[in-house]
């Protein structure tokens, strides 16, 4: 019922939105045919291309370069051909090479994957808005790739766009075919007599380093789809009723290592099952609604380990199925407002017990999209959720009882976006909308801890002038909190916002607040496309009482940027040394609404391409003093040091078979502090069939102004309040390892593992000498003393006041890793077989961790998860 009441009262919003699309005049695009397969003369898509029907098909034959040599002919032929019957597009190609199969560079791997290989892309714009584009794709060895792009850039796609089509492929003498069938059930397109859709067709021959296009986006141009041909002759289809269920069914086990027997809620072997249902319907033929019920997301890969220090939230980039395909829409014109991993995340607020059995994440009850464009140039996108609410067991060992404590409330999640496309340039205009309500009772646990009810509404646009060359973006929003006064007290003083900053004029700690409303505004300008040279300006303001955490992603407001500012040369043709390069120069300058700056730096970066394709990056930034309101965690404002941050990047070529990259990085500032760091990835394919991958990272630093506490006691320069600060000596180790195996195109086993390692050690303690200040009041001197005890910790003396401040030295070792067995055995249908690991130990040292301890890891105790899922689909 929540889920129809969301789509329902969202819909109303489309009203306003009907006005007809203008289409820009066509004159001189390439054009395509297709043509109908005879009644009887079925396509057996096999790879063969000697049905009876391509004969009755024109071939494309003329292709262009835009890599190596932009302009320049193919290195070799190519024929495609179109066909269709009412059911599917089919489209079959001959791709040529002299040099025989041998000379085919075509390594199998799983879906999407095809950096390396040589494939065929097909771009499709069904709703020929210049804009938008379906694509798919085959490699010499039958892997599929395909993605959607929501905006007019080449580069710009997702990938978790993942359709129920098909392809084959043969290799011969003379080089390969392919076949692809694309049902237009997983199409979306207007509804008429006679269609004409935007076509573009793509080659990489990755051991030439080419890449043929029929119609080629010039280098200096960031466009797609507003560059493609046409293909015509499609007439008198019908997506038909455009039903699909995915039911599925899983069974897990986690198992402990070394479970504690007084512990009754873990007997080692942890068995759970599940059931559950993906349905996707067609709405017409040009929405969409996918719901989902119960869902599982099992075979998920896990996030990579760390050890955040520091007062902001990380954001970990989402991998659910549901919630990445599509999800370009809903992101909206600034990336903040809606961030999916809020819906089942892990429940805030574990209660204290001996033993406690937490839910790893919020139970979604069901979840539904309606997503697609109408035929008046609007896009929608719908999104609606139900989370349950979740309870937390606890033991406590001296009275042997279990208790049940609320962690999280039932809660409704709600996103709706709207883009409506105008103007010949398909410059857009969208309007957004999300909202939070969770299920509070009056004097409950959760109620002075979480906002009961959160929403935001912005609207964007985007003026694309001179046929894209230049690009205005303008964007606004404004955001609202409401709940019980102890949870809006915890607003005003959560990090983003720090209310209760004792030397700011402009902001205040309101304990009787009921509710919280702030805003947004961002505005830029940029030439895009160009010869050589390149440009942006942009301003950003946000108020100190925005925010958008309930849904949405924000580690600050208070901010006013002025004078963002872009300048970039470049040069695309080949020359003596380089294939093409480009010099960047920058700044950023950002105050608080009190006035105070937070933020003054400028930087430039030189990148380049050699004539054998490797690449290369150099920056360099230079931060100059300013004053930072956040590190104080709610205290008054400290003076940040001025430093520079430098980085190079060396990359090989990137169809190469192995493929590799290392990356330096080196910070330092006025007050001592440094940031050494080594990171690469190399990528090897032994065999056609098995691809390797390793990533490792090694990082030194030091911080001398790493925040400890916040005490009483101090004196009238820090308001009363000691902060205490010291300087910390950390290193980090990881070495991320990726193996891949591909028995055959729809048969995949994926291994990925991570061995980290951190270590943090404290020295130098002392507390902020004055508010605005960047210098610290040692302890240990001005008739203060430091005595180091015996558990690690520190014992201080001021005068009369005496504290004391616990070992916070750190040693953390982790190892996290995913097998996941993936077999479509059918079109649609997967079956999966998941193990996961996570091991973890750590110790109150601060020695620093090499490589040797990162592998240590393995030996760290953990839990292994075992899971099989199997997934059914069907059409109707």
């Given at each position: 019922?929540?889920?129809?009441?969301?789509?329902?009262?969202?819909?109303?919003?489309?009203?306003?939105?009907?006005?007809?699309?203008?289409?820009?005049?066509?004159?001189?695009?390439?054009?395509?045919?297709?043509?109908?397969?005879?009644?009887?003369?079925?396509?057996?898509?096999?790879?063969?291309?000697?049905?009876?029907?391509?004969?009755?098909?024109?071939?494309?034959?003329?292709?262009?370069?835009?890599?190596?040599?932009?302009?320049?002919?193919?290195?070799?032929?190519?024929?495609?051909?179109?066909?269709?019957?009412?059911?599917?597009?089919?489209?079959?190609?001959?791709?040529?090479n002299?040099?025989?199969?041998?000379?085919?560079?075509?390594?199998?791997?799983?879906?999407?994957?095809?950096?390396?290989?040589?494939?065929?892309?097909v771009?499709?714009?069904?709703?020929?808005d210049?804009?938008?584009?379906?694509?798919?794709?085959?490699?010499?060895s039958?892997?599929?790739?395909?993605?959607?792009?929501?905006?007019?850039?080449?580069?710009?796609?997702?990938?978790?766009?993942?359709?129920?089509w098909?392809?084959?492929?043969?290799?011969?003498?003379?080089?390969?075919?392919?076949?692809?069938?694309?049902?237009?059930?997983?199409?979306?397109?207007?509804?008429?007599?006679?269609?004409?859709?935007?076509?573009?067709?793509?080659?990489?021959?990755?051991?030439?380093?080419?890449?043929?296009?029929?119609?080629?986006?010039?280098?200096?141009?960031?466009?797609?789809?507003?560059?493609?041909?046409?293909?015509?002759?499609?007439?008198?289809?019908?997506?038909?009723?455009?039903?699909?269920?995915?039911?599925?069914?899983?069974?897990a086990?986690?198992?402990t290592?070394?479970?504690?027997?007084?512990?009754?809620?873990?007997?080692?072997?942890?068995?759970?099952?599940?059931?559950?249902?993906?349905?996707?319907?067609?709405?017409?033929?040009?929405?969409?609604?996918?719901?989902?019920?119960?869902?599982?997301?099992?075979?998920?890969?896990?996030?990579?380990?760390?050890?955040?220090?520091?007062?902001?939230?990380?954001?970990?980039?989402?991998?659910?199925?549901f919630?990445?395909?599509?999800?370009?829409?809903?992101?909206?014109?600034?990336?903040?407002?809606?961030?999916?991993?809020?819906i089942?995340?892990?429940?805030?607020?574990?209660?204290?017990?001996?033993?406690?059995?937490?839910?790893?994440?919020?139970?979604?009850?069901?979840?539904?999209?309606?997503?697609?464009?109408?035929?008046?140039?609007t896009?929608?996108?719908?999104?609606?959720?139900?989370?349950?609410?979740?309870?937390?067991?606890?033991?406590d060992?001296?009275?042997?009882?279990?208790?049940?404590?609320?962690?999280?409330?039932?809660?409704?999640?709600?996103?709706?976006?709207?883009?409506?496309?105008?103007?010949?340039s398909?410059?857009?205009?969208?309007?957004?909308?999300?909202?939070?309500?969770?299920?509070?009772?009056?004097?409950?646990?959760?109620?002075?801890?979480?906002?009961?009810?959160?929403?935001?509404?912005?609207?964007?646009?985007?003026?694309?002038?001179?046929?894209?060359?230049?690009?205005?973006?303008?964007?606004?929003?404004?955001?609202?909190?409401?709940?019980?006064?102890?949870?809006?007290?915890?607003?005003?003083?959560?990090?983003?916002r720090?209310?209760?900053?004792?030397?700011?004029?402009?902001?205040?700690?309101?304990?009787?607040?009921?509710?919280l409303?702030?805003?947004?505004m961002?505005?830029?300008?940029?030439?895009?496309?160009?010869?050589?040279?390149?440009?942006?300006?942009?301003?950003?303001?946000?108020?100190?009482?925005?925010?958008?955490?309930?849904?949405?992603?924000l580690?600050?407001?208070?901010?006013?940027?002025?004078?963002?500012?872009?300048?970039?040369?470049?040069?695309?043709?080949?020359?003596r040394?380089?294939?093409?390069?480009?010099i960047?120069?920058?700044?950023?300058?950002?105050?608080?609404?009190?006035?105070?700056?937070?933020?003054?730096?400028?930087?430039?970066?030189?990148?380049?391409?050699f004539?054998?394709?490797?690449?290369?990056?150099?920056s360099?930034t230079?931060?100059?003093?300013?004053?930072?309101?956040?590190?104080?965690?709610?205290?008054?404002?400290v003076?940040?040091?001025?430093?520079?941050?430098?980085?190079?990047?060396?990359?090989?070529?990137?169809?190469?078979?192995?493929?590799?990259?290392?990356?330096?990085?080196?910070?330092?500032?006025?007050?001592?502090?440094?940031v050494?760091?080594?990171?690469?990835d190399?990528?090897?394919?032994?065999?056609?069939?098995?691809?390797?991958s390793?990533?490792?990272?090694?990082?030194?630093?030091?911080?001398?102004?790493?925040?400890?506490?916040?005490?009483?006691?101090?004196?009238?320069?820090?308001?009363?309040?000691?902060?205490?600060?010291?300087?910390?000596?950390?290193?980090?180790?990881?070495?991320?390892?990726?193996?891949?195996?591909?028995?055959?195109?729809?048969?995949?086993?994926?291994?990925?593992?991570?061995p980290?390692?951190?270590?943090?050690?404290?020295?130098?303690?002392?507390?902020?000498?004055?508010?605005?200040?960047?210098?610290?009041?040692?302890?240990?001197?001005?008739?203060?003393?430091?005595?180091?005890?015996?558990?690690?910790?520190?014992?201080?003396?001021?005068?009369?006041?005496?504290?004391?401040?616990?070992?916070?030295?750190?040693?953390?070792?982790?190892?996290r890793?995913?097998?996941?067995?993936?077999?479509?055995?059918?079109?649609?249908?997967?079956?999966?077989?998941?193990?996961?690991?996570?091991?973890?130990?750590?110790?109150?040292?601060?020695?620093?961790?090499?490589?040797?301890?990162a592998?240590?890891?393995?030996?760290a105790?953990?839990?292994?998860?075992?899971?099989?899922?199997?997934?059914?689909?069907r059409?109707?």
């Open positions: 019922m929540r889920l129809a009441w969301i789509c329902a009262a969202c819909g109303l919003l489309l009203g306003p939105w009907t006005a007809a699309a203008q289409v820009a005049g066509d004159n001189g695009r390439p054009q395509a045919t297709a043509v109908r397969a005879p009644s009887g003369g079925e396509i057996r898509i096999d790879g063969r291309l000697d049905d009876a029907a391509w004969a009755l098909a024109t071939p494309l034959t003329e292709f262009v370069q835009k890599e190596p040599v932009e302009g320049a002919p193919p290195t070799e032929r190519m024929e495609v051909r179109f066909v269709y019957d009412d059911e599917a597009l089919i489209v079959g190609a001959r791709l040529y002299r040099q025989g199969p041998s000379a085919i560079q075509a390594p199998l791997s799983r879906r999407d994957e095809v950096d390396q290989a040589e494939y065929l892309l771009a499709l714009d069904p709703y020929l210049r804009r938008t584009a379906y694509c798919f794709g085959v490699t010499a039958g892997v599929r790739l395909d993605h959607f792009h929501r905006t007019d850039s080449e580069t710009d796609f997702d990938d978790g766009f993942d359709p129920v098909r392809a084959e492929v043969r290799v011969d003498d003379q080089g390969w075919t392919a076949e692809l069938w694309i049902p237009f059930s997983q199409l979306r397109f207007n509804d008429a007599a006679d269609h004409v859709w935007g076509l573009n067709l793509h080659r990489r021959t990755p051991t030439n380093n080419e890449d043929d296009y029929w119609v080629a986006v010039p280098r200096t141009e960031r466009a797609w789809s507003s560059g493609f041909g046409h293909l015509t002759g499609i007439r008198g289809i019908d997506p038909g009723r455009r039903i699909e269920m995915l039911p599925y069914l899983s069974g086990s986690t198992l290592g070394r479970p504690d027997r007084r512990n009754p809620f873990d007997d080692g072997r942890n068995l759970t099952s599940g059931v559950g249902m993906d349905v996707k319907v067609g709405v017409g033929s040009n929405l969409t609604l996918d719901a989902t019920i119960n869902p599982d997301f099992g075979q998920v890969e896990a996030d990579p380990a760390e050890v955040n220090l520091s007062n902001f939230e990380t954001f970990f980039s989402e991998r659910r199925p919630f990445t395909e599509g999800s370009s829409l809903l992101t909206g014109g600034a990336i903040n407002y809606f961030y999916s991993r809020r089942g995340a892990v429940p805030l607020g574990a209660p204290a017990g001996d033993f406690v059995d937490h839910p790893r994440a919020a139970t979604i009850l069901g979840a539904a999209k309606l997503s697609g464009r109408l035929a008046s140039g896009s929608v996108g719908l999104l609606g959720a139900v989370t349950a609410g979740e309870e937390a067991r606890t033991f060992l001296a009275t042997a009882t279990i208790r049940d404590v609320a962690v999280a409330p039932r809660t409704t999640w709600a996103v709706a976006r709207l883009l409506q496309e105008f103007g010949p398909a410059s857009t205009a969208g309007l957004m909308f999300t909202a939070v309500h969770r299920d509070l009772e009056p004097g409950g646990r959760l109620t002075p801890l979480l906002a009961e009810n959160a929403f935001t509404l912005s609207g964007d646009t985007v003026l694309r002038l001179r046929g894209g060359e230049y690009e205005v973006k303008l964007d606004g929003g404004l955001t609202h909190v409401s709940g019980d006064p102890a949870a809006m007290l915890l607003v005003q003083r959560a990090s983003p720090y209310f209760q900053r004792p030397d700011a004029t402009h902001v205040s700690v309101d304990p009787s607040r009921t509710s409303t702030g805003g947004r961002d505005a830029s300008i940029e030439r895009r496309n160009g010869r050589h040279w390149l440009w942006l300006a942009a301003l950003r303001v946000e108020a100190p009482s925005l925010e958008h955490n309930d849904i949405g992603r580690n600050n407001g208070d901010g006013i940027q002025l004078g963002t500012t872009r300048l970039t040369y470049r040069e695309t043709e080949p020359g040394v380089f294939r093409s390069y480009q960047t120069a920058s700044a950023n300058n950002e105050w608080t609404f009190g006035g105070d700056r937070s933020a003054n730096e400028a930087g430039g970066s030189v990148q380049a391409t004539l054998n394709f490797w690449s290369a990056t150099v360099g230079r931060n100059l003093r300013t004053l930072d309101w956040q590190v104080t965690r709610g205290g008054p404002f003076q940040t040091p001025r430093g520079w941050v430098w980085t190079g990047t060396l990359r090989s070529r990137p169809q190469a078979e192995t493929v590799w990259s290392a990356t330096g990085r080196h910070e330092s500032d006025e007050h001592g502090g440094f050494r760091g080594l990171s690469g190399v990528s090897l394919r032994p065999q056609p069939k098995w691809q390797l390793l990533g490792p990272s090694w990082r030194h630093e030091t911080n001398a102004r790493q925040y400890v506490t916040t005490r009483g006691g101090g004196r009238p320069e820090t308001f009363g309040s000691r902060y205490v600060f010291a300087g910390i000596e950390r290193t980090t180790v990881s070495a991320e390892a990726r193996f891949n195996y591909t028995f055959k195109p729809d048969l995949n086993l994926d291994v990925y593992a991570e980290f390692a951190a270590s943090g050690r404290y020295g130098g303690f002392g507390e902020l000498l004055a508010a605005r200040s960047r210098l610290l009041r040692e302890y240990g001197t001005g008739g203060t003393t430091i005595e180091t005890l015996a558990g690690g910790g520190h014992a201080i003396t001021d005068g009369a006041d005496r504290f004391v401040l616990s070992n916070r030295d750190f040693n953390v070792r982790s190892f890793s995913n097998v996941v067995l993936r077999w479509e055995y059918r079109p649609g249908s997967t079956l999966y077989l998941v193990w996961q690991q996570d091991r973890m130990g750590s110790e109150a040292v601060g020695a620093p961790v090499g490589f040797g301890d592998f240590r890891s393995l030996q105790p953990g839990t292994n998860f075992l899971a099989v899922k199997v997934s059914f689909w059409a109707g």
